[in-house]
């Protein structure tokens, strides 16, 4: 299977899932339910998770395409376009609903706020995920006379729109214009992943057994910390992949990393859905966490392992995938 398989598969994940999230959060206010609320949010989050590997893929995609007859460089380009800014609301949408799921466990004002934060910002992201994808079908199905050079004809709102839409190659070529900035983005996607590990890490020993005169409770209480680490390493990994996106691509090791993090969402979702969690939370010190809690562990710490030696190694894999 090739990237154009694979995006052609992925990119109907982000379109209708955010549309499928935005739908259950306005019914969950209609209705009054909190807990189809917080499935909404949870499945903005999964979104917010799938859409960085349907965004990678694209380059690969693009690659595969671009010498067909009939695919327009003006179509592919409105397209990425289009793709780069969707990708950030989806993203901040994802990070967003992570931050509600933590208030709800102490509901109030602010958690009306954040609902209608939410809200504003699902719509946003419903829209240009709307955008993205009618901007993909496009490029197989392109308007009389594009595939000539003539301009892309927009409606108005799509000519508001594309005001805001990044230039794929003028945002590459920011990307890599300083060396300092890019080594202040690597510096900073280390600080981010020191977060992740230091607090994640913790609470998959304590769970396997280790500093058992800590209560889980207390320690989970930092997890705050390690939402603040992602923020930071999808940030700055996202806009290191847009500066060298054909680098990325051609990356067996990149590609490795990609699928562990998916899989560490899988875990997370184990985590928290199965009840697992809900007897982690009582953990006093002193008690021993039960098998399946063990596992869930041990299984994040070696995803995690694997995240790291992956990103070490992505250098030495270069150009190891041809598309």
Known sequence: MGFDHLHLILNHVP???????FA???LSFSSGNGDLRRASLIVFAAIALLTIPTFVSGVGAEASIRSEPGVSATLVRRHEGAAMLGLWFVEAAGALALAALWRSRQPGRSQ???NIAMLLLAVVA???MVRTGNTGGAIRHPEPGTLQGADVAEDPLGAVVSVFEPTPGGFTNLMVASNWWWAGMMVMHFVGLSLIIGVIGLLNLRIMGFAKELAFAPVHRLLPLAMIGLAINITTGMLAFIGMPTYYTAD???W???GALMLLGVNTA???LTGVFNRMEKLKPGEDADIPAKLVAATSL?????????GRYIQRFEDSLRF
């Open 15 to 21: 379109v209708i899932g955010i549309i499928i999230a």
């Open 24 to 26: 259950l959060f306005l």
């Open 112 to 114: 009306r706020r954040m």
């Open 126 to 128: 419903v829209g240009l």
């Open 252 to 254: 067996l090791a990149f």
């Open 256 to 258: 490795l990393k990609i």
């Open 270 to 272: 184990v985590f928290y």
């Open 302 to 310: 070696v995803l995690w392992f694997a995240v790291i030696v992956c």
